[in-house]
């Protein structure tokens, strides 16, 4: 991923990771407020240090090619600007995951079929059809895999 440029795909795993981890948490906490936060901030630094060491590997990739000693362009510019950009995308990784567990997290007990919360597999399964697109695959399938990964997360939270 180059500098300051967001991949949608980041955005939508993003979302999916704090739908799912709100769904096998959810039973097991009970405090909105509480998982709402925990997941947020774990995906929120998550992203940031996998971000860093993105920007951080291009710029030794760049030391490499200039034949610089390693560690050169550390207190440059481009080191200030690759922990920008790396903040950056990790405070909007955090927005989407707190997007993405508030809306699990105040959808999941309002309508619901034996132990499965319906709204968040449906939500699911409409960004299992979107994830289809990056990958170029069968729709269709997406959505049901998303919505199978649904199933199965809320039903591993009610046992946990």
């Given at each position: ?60 990739h760049i030391e490499r090619a200039l034949l610089m000693r ?29 997007l993405g567990a508030s809306v ?57």
């Open positions: 991923m180059s500098m300051a440029g967001i991949d949608g795909r980041y955005l939508v795993l993003g979302f999916l990771d704090s739908v799912l981890t709100t769904l096998v948490l959810g039973e097991a906490m009970r405090s909105t407020i509480k998982l709402v936060a925990i997941v947020t901030t774990i995906n929120l630094i998550t992203a940031f240090m996998a971000e860093y060491i993105e920007e951080r590997s291009s710029l030794s390693r560690g050169s362009l550390l207190r440059t510019s481009l080191h200030r600007r690759a922990i920008y950009d790396a903040l950056i995308k990790g405070l909007v990784f955090g927005a989407v995951s707190l699990t997290n105040y959808t999941m007990y309002l309508v619901r079929v034996f132990w499965i919360p319906v709204i968040p597999v449906i939500i699911l399964g409409a960004f299992g059809t979107l994830m289809s697109r990056y990958f170029r695959g069968n729709a269709v399938l997406w959505l049901v895999l998303y919505v199978i990964l649904g199933i199965a997360m809320s039903f591993i939270g009610t046992i946990v």
